[in-house]
């Protein structure tokens, strides 16, 4: 009998022990879900409790990823994600990425694949490039390395543009400097162009150019002016010259003005930029932009100027184009702003106002035009 309880009371031991060490793994493997904090002593510990819960075959993510609650919005998930990417040590960021190797566009999983790898490269760029590098599928290895680019720039934009340099495919090269180059648009335009000029000519060039001689006109616009006028390619200059009036008429409308009729051909370019600066130039000094407006003579140019002036003026003092109208000599400077004029007020439902401007045109064709568009407004506008 004694023999017997004793065999019985082994085995109850066994059971509570296994039991135990049942709990201490269950324990282990919550722990890998994300938590609040990241600091030393969860640092400390991250790469045992990582490797405890890892499954071979299986991402240690998949667990938490899977309990994402489902959502259209996305953002949804981004405290979870932001937090379980810093939980990971950053001995282990790189079995995690390959674990996360093959997830699919705008997964949960992808998105964490991003946060890590913009983790590491704040924490070893040259670690996180050097793993990009040896990606094979051509999709996820385009991604990351723009990732790793990008990022790397945002604090050393210098060393991403050489390791950018180095890689072994020109066409991944130069599209991963193109990208460096749109990312420092912004902060640093001069060193932009700086890149632009080791890129292959093309649109994406014309582009980027124009984008960063705009950037430099911001601060330096005579300097930009005539550097953009230098440029030698005619897609390219026109597109730097057109940027370079528009960043211009934001802080000196006048100056933009009479340099883009003296450096810009007739055409949809000067057009544009006609355009452009009309609307920065009424939001302004309205009176000065008409002024320049008056001088352009009969002219499509004038037209389109004109609408815009009178819009972009009716905004900010609906009086004022009335005044400004009333000064002009008869003709047909001022029987285009009448009917302009009148079209403004009759988008406030002013029939009345708009139809006395109408009958100010002198033109018999011109006001007939302008009541028929006014009335085809007027029946296409719901009753308020």
Same mark, same amino acid.
Do not use: C
């Given at each position: 009998?004694?023999?017997?309880?004793?065999?019985?009371?082994?085995?109850?031991?066994?059971? &509570?022990?296994?039991?135990?060490?049942?709990?201490?793994?269950?324990?282990?493997?919550?722990?890998?879900?994300?938590?609040?904090?990241?600091?030393?002593?969860?640092?400390?510990?991250?790469?045992?409790?990582?490797?405890?819960?890892?499954?071979?075959?299986?991402?240690?993510?998949?667990?938490?990823?899977?309990?994402?609650? &489902?959502?259209?919005?996305?953002?949804?998930?981004?405290?979870?994600?932001?937090?379980?990417?810093?939980?990971?040590?950053?001995?282990?960021?790189?079995?995690?990425?390959?674990?996360?190797?093959?997830?699919?566009?705008?997964?949960?999983?992808?998105?964490?694949? =991003?946060?890590?790898?913009?983790?590491?490269?704040?924490?070893?760029?040259?670690?996180?490039?050097?793993?990009?590098?040896?990606?094979?599928?051509?999709?996820?290895?385009?991604?990351?390395?723009?990732?790793?680019?990008?990022?790397?720039?945002?604090?050393?934009?210098?060393?991403?543009?050489?390791?950018?340099?180095?890689?072994?495919?020109?066409?991944?090269?130069? =599209?991963?400097?193109?990208?460096?180059?749109? =990312?420092?648009?912004?902060?640093?335009?001069?060193?932009?162009?700086?890149?632009?000029?080791?890129?292959?000519?093309?649109?994406?060039?014309?582009?980027?150019?124009?984008?960063?001689?705009?950037?430099?006109?911001?601060?330096?616009?005579?300097?930009?002016?005539?550097?953009?006028?230098?440029?030698?390619?005619?897609?390219?200059?026109?597109?730097?010259?057109?940027?370079?009036?528009?960043?211009?008429?934001?802080?000196?409308?006048?100056?933009?003005?009479?340099?883009?009729?003296?450096?810009?051909?007739?055409?949809?370019?000067?057009?544009?930029?006609?355009?452009?600066?009309?609307?920065?130039?009424?939001?302004?000094?309205?009176?000065?932009?008409?002024?320049?407006?008056?001088?352009?003579?009969?002219?499509?140019?004038?037209?389109?100027?004109?609408?815009?002036?009178?819009?972009?003026?009716?905004?900010?003092?609906?009086?004022?184009?009335?005044?400004?109208?009333?000064?002009?000599?008869?003709?047909?400077?001022?029987?285009?702003?009448?009917?302009?004029?009148?079209?403004?007020?009759?988008?406030?439902?002013?029939?009345?106002?708009?139809?006395?401007?109408?009958?100010?045109?002198?033109?018999?064709?011109?006001?007939?035009?302008?009541?028929?568009?006014?009335?085809?407004?007027?029946?296409?506008?719901?009753?308020?």
């Amino acid at each position: 009998m004694k023999a017997r309880l004793a065999i019985l009371g082994a085995i109850v031991a066994m059971l &509570a022990l296994a039991l135990r060490q049942n709990i201490v793994v269950t324990r282990r493997e919550v722990r890998v879900e994300i938590p609040e904090s990241t600091g030393t002593s969860a640092r400390a510990t991250g790469t045992a409790t990582f490797a405890a819960s890892h499954a071979r075959g299986a991402s240690r993510f998949d667990g938490v990823l899977a309990a994402l609650p &489902a959502t259209e919005n996305t953002d949804n998930w981004t405290p979870t994600l932001d937090r379980l990417a810093d939980s990971v040590p950053s001995d282990a960021l790189a079995d995690s990425l390959r674990e996360l190797t093959g997830a699919e566009a705008d997964s949960p999983s992808a998105m964490l694949r =991003e946060r890590l790898l913009r983790r590491w490269t704040r924490l070893a760029p040259e670690g996180a490039a050097a793993f990009v590098v040896g990606i094979t599928d051509p999709a996820e290895r385009g991604e990351a390395l723009l990732q790793v680019a990008v990022a790397w720039a945002e604090s050393d934009l210098s060393a991403a543009a050489d390791w950018v340099r180095s890689l072994s495919n020109e066409s991944e090269s130069d =599209e991963l400097l193109l990208q460096l180059a749109h =990312e420092a648009v912004r902060t640093e335009p001069l060193r932009a162009l700086e890149l632009s000029a080791e890129l292959p000519p093309g649109p994406p060039l014309d582009e980027l150019v124009a984008q960063a001689a705009g950037g430099w006109a911001m601060r330096d616009p005579q300097g930009a002016a005539e550097w953009a006028r230098s440029l030698s390619t005619e897609g390219g200059r026109a597109g730097a010259l057109e940027s370079v009036v528009v960043s211009w008429a934001g802080t000196d409308a006048s100056a933009a003005a009479g340099f883009a009729l003296e450096n810009l051909p007739p055409g949809e370019v000067l057009d544009r930029v006609v355009v452009a600066v009309v609307q920065r130039w009424a939001q302004s000094d309205p009176w000065s932009a008409a002024g320049w407006v008056e001088h352009f003579g009969p002219s499509g140019l004038q037209r389109i100027a004109l609408d815009n002036l009178l819009v972009n003026w009716f905004v900010n003092d609906i009086q004022g184009p009335a005044h400004w109208i009333e000064s002009l000599q008869a003709g047909l400077l001022r029987d285009l702003s009448a009917a302009s004029y009148a079209r403004q007020l009759a988008s406030l439902d002013e029939p009345g106002q708009a139809t006395a401007w109408l009958n100010l045109i002198a033109d018999t064709d011109l006001r007939r035009r302008a009541v028929e568009t006014i009335a085809a407004f007027n029946s296409t506008t719901p009753a308020h």
